[in-house]
């Protein structure tokens, strides 16, 4: 029998539509004339899904029987002897009621399969078995039923349903997904927006990741090795040298320039195991490799280049990321091309990026000015006269004849042209005199003598001399402006990189040390101001050579290295200055930096007394008047009328009493003073109290706590006044008749109290304003006290190591969410 064909509906969250669809699907299949049953649907009360679900054929569920209680499951006996062309088959990943015929749905499916009817199935992120820890990190929620990855790898077809987060969210609000009573929980734990969009991502990587794999199969089946650029899959070689942390984060910036790029790392090493390689580096390069989301890779070939081609194109790499030769120009002629050049000759379609680094030529140096060519040229002219001038003569003595002394000549001024060109005047002046004296004593009548018989010959001689010191005197101001001409490039690359560091405002300072250290290979560079070191680079060494400059009023400039000749403390007095106007500039950022808390003090000082002017003066007024009424002799007082002055001074003074503790207690959470004392406490009973001292009956306040709920560390009497402000806030902005709510849950290691009021809300970009002392967004009467009940709630919740933040209330209003970390490993009694 035809195995049947498993599609799979994925989504990231409960609610995206992944039942609808399916349904949908089946009704347009049923009209296409195929034969089409509902095996096992869950509508979870969604009006729609039931609108859909109605008009198609379903096959009754088994009755179970567990402990008394009823459970209904897919028959699986009837889907079977009803041999449909497609059973609709939900929850892929549910678990069936004990005593079913199998422990898993997905199990049911996979009989379904094996009798050749086609299935249909939906199945949730989390519940893929490989992904379970993941998704648990990112919602807090354990995942205890899961579908194997085998079963999900071996679907026929799947496919995303996909809904943005900020739309599941909008229609979890609107009752869509889950009933009313669930609303608010489902939208503050496992349905926030950060959650649902790493969810999100989370399902696309896997699907890509399964495409990736079909994609391989495909390849491997019809023998394709050409690449395909579905996405960037960038290869870093790595020999195990120093340059590979340079390759590897080059890599993998190239890699994030496209969405979903790869990053491969691989050495390959020799068959004999004898490559000169470094373990300890080659461990740190993977280790970097895979904490930049990369994969580390080892293969075995003699022929190196060869086969790290062969391993890109099996990898379908489109980048190939290889380092510039270590070895020295000598070498590289002698032994020819090195791996880089073979590597893009066999590339093919393959990129091939050769990256510069520190062991193919050293950072940045300002070259030296010398007076002349350099030691070596000056060597290897040496040699080449005295190495070329024998075997020129024996080669023109072997064939000399009377009419040759010409060409003998022209031979010899040939060798003096080239040794000034190479080494410079004195290998030339050498090379000169050499040949003179070769030329008298092997071609010039008499021969083998040094003798010279016509005055002409000595004239002949002086002019060869000359030509051989014009020429290496041209040769050698040709070397000297060239270097001067480098020389002045380099201190223009390297002024305007100090230039623009300290105008971009960035670290300038460092810039500056780092580069001057750098530039002129120096060992160890630090500022040092009046008291300590301002800025240090680098590592001292015994014999090194200490240079001082002058850096302003500010410190002086301390250079430890080589000795420093007077052409590059010229350049080094300007880097001097532009360290200076650093350290001016750090120091106003600094003072700026200690002029805004002041400043910010200032404007609090400014807004406190403007409110105190009349939040102070009311209760003041009300009660001065009621005493000095009671003291009035002018007046006789009934006892009503005595007693109700005594309660207007009374009230009165207890307002002010509350207003200056709020005052200090603000005062005090802005100091970093606050006096916290914290112990184990279930929030169940706070919320009771709080809900006592407010007198609230259960017309006012709806309540919603967990079972269960495990012990936070907190401060009774502060969490206590913050329910308080928190209920009485709500309360104030609720709709007449509407009640408060509050609830208190576990979410990711954290207890959850949400006061929750069906207000007008607040806009997204004042929330953190209704924080702020003396804030009252909406109210201009100041009748509401000084706006610091919220900011004084966020200091106390924040004292006790906790956070308060304020999001949307589905449908209208907002929520107080207060979160306190649970008390771990702690055994309640």
């Known amino acids: 029998m035809k195995r049947g064909r498993l599609r799979v509906l994925l989504g990231a969250a409960p609610g995206v539509g992944k039942t609808y669809t399916m349904l949908e699907e089946g009704a347009r299949l049923r009209d296409e004339g195929r034969d089409v049953v509902v095996a096992v649907v869950e509508t979870h009360e969604r009006k729609a899904t039931a609108a859909v679900l109605k008009d198609l054929e379903i096959i009754p569920r088994k009755e179970t029987e567990h402990r008394g209680i009823s459970l209904a499951e897919m028959d699986l006996d009837a889907v079977i002897a009803r041999r449909p062309d497609v059973a609709l088959v939900d929850e892929l990943a549910h678990t069936n009621a004990p005593g079913s015929q199998n422990d898993k749905r997905w199990q049911d499916v996979e009989a379904l399969l094996d009798a050749g009817i086609n299935v249909m199935s939906t199945v949730n992120v989390q519940h893929i078995e490989s992904l379970s820890d993941v998704v648990e990190q990112i919602t807090g929620a354990p995942q205890r039923e899961t579908v194997p990855d085998t079963i999900l790898r071996a679907a026929d077809q799947i496919e995303v349903v996909d809904l943005a987060p900020q739309a599941l969210r909008d229609r979890l609000a609107e009752g869509n997904v889950y009933p009313a009573v669930r609303i608010d929980a489902a939208l503050s734990n496992y349905f926030r927006l ?300 390297l002024l305007a990189t100090i230039a623009g560091s300290v105008l971009r405002g960035q670290d300038a300072l460092e810039a500056l040390i780092t580069r001057t250290r750098e530039s002129f290979k120096l060992n160890s560079v630090r500022v040092v101001g009046a008291d300590d070191v301002l800025f240090e680079s680098g590592i001292v060494k015994d014999d090194d050579r200490l240079t001082v400059l002058p850096v302003g009023e500010r410190g002086t400039l301390e250079l430890r290295g080589p000795n420093l000749p007077a052409s590059e403390r010229r350049l080094l007095s300007v880097i001097a200055a532009q360290i200076d106007a650093a350290l001016e500039h750090n120091a106003l950022v600094k003072t700026a930096g200690e002029i805004e808390p002041l400043a910010q003090a200032d404007r609090m000082r400014s807004a406190l007394l403007a409110a105190v002017g009349h939040d102070l003066r009311r209760p003041l007024t009300a009660a001065t008047a009621a005493v000095t009424g009671l003291r009035s002799t002018d007046v006789t007082w009934s006892v009503s009328d005595r007693d109700e002055l005594l309660a207007t001074a009374q009230e009165s003074l207890e307002t002010l009493a509350d207003l200056v503790t709020n005052l200090l207690d603000v005062s005090r959470v802005q100091a970093g003073a606050l006096a916290v004392t914290t112990a184990p406490l279930l929030v169940e009973d706070v919320i009771l109290e709080a809900i006592d001292e407010l007198g609230l009956g259960p017309a006012d306040v709806e309540l919603g706590i967990a079972e269960d709920l495990p012990e936070v560390l907190a401060d009774h009497g502060l969490l206590q006044r913050v329910l308080v402000n928190l209920l009485e806030n709500a309360r104030r902005y609720s709709e007449p008749g509407e009640p408060v709510r509050i609830s208190a849950s576990t979410f990711a290691g954290s207890v959850e109290v949400r006061v929750t009021d069906t207000g007008p809300g607040v806009p997204q970009d004042r929330r953190e304003d209704i924080f702020v002392p003396f804030q009252r967004l909406g109210d201009t009467d100041n009748s509401t006290g000084l706006g610091l009940g919220l900011a004084l709630s966020k200091g106390f919740v924040e004292g006790m190591g906790g956070t308060l933040q304020a999001d949307d209330t589905p449908g209208g209003g907002l929520t107080m969410v207060i979160s306190l970390p649970v008390i771990k490993d702690r055994v309640l009694t």
């Open 194 to 493: 950060g959650n649902l969009t790493a969810l999100r991502e989370l399902t696309l990587l896997w699907l890509a990741d399964e495409v990736d794999s079909a994609l391989k199969s495909y390849r491997n089946e019809h023998g394709i090795d050409s690449k395909w650029e579905a996405r960037e899959r960038v290869v870093v070689a790595l020999t195990g040298g120093p340059e590979g942390e340079t390759l590897i984060k080059r890599g993998a910036r190239i890699a994030a320039r496209s969405t979903g790029g790869d990053l491969i790392a691989v050495h390959v090493t020799s068959q004999d195991g004898l490559a000169d390689t470094h373990p300890g580096a080659l461990s740190a390069q993977r280790a970097l490799a895979e904490k930049l989301g990369g994969t580390y890779h080892q293969v075995i070939g003699n022929d190196i280049p060869r086969s790290l081609v062969e391993f890109a194109k099996a990898s379908n790499a489109t980048q190939l990321v290889i380092g510039v030769s270590r070895r020295s120009r000598l070498v590289a002629a002698l032994t020819g091309p090195g791996i880089g050049a073979t590597v893009v000759r066999e590339s093919g379609p393959i990129d091939v990026h050769i990256v510069t680094h520190a062991a193919a030529g050293g950072r940045f140096a300002l070259p030296r000015i010398s007076g002349a060519l350099t030691l070596r040229r000056r060597i290897i002219g040496f040699i080449v006269a005295l190495a070329a001038g024998p075997l020129i003569t024996w080669l023109l003595v072997s064939f000399r004849t009377n009419d040759t002394i010409t060409s003998d000549v022209l031979a010899f001024q040939l060798l003096v042209v080239v040794v000034a060109l190479i080494g410079g005047i004195w290998p030339a002046l050498f090379a000169a005199l050499l040949s003179g004296l070769t030329l008298d004593f092997f071609f010039v009548e008499p021969v083998y003598t040094v003798t010279i018989a016509k005055p002409a010959h000595i004239l002949a001689l002086a002019l060869y001399i000359l030509n051989a010191v014009l020429v290496s005197y041209v040769v050698d101001q040709a070397a000297r402006r060239s270097r001067v001409a480098v020389r002045a490039a380099a201190e223009s690359e």
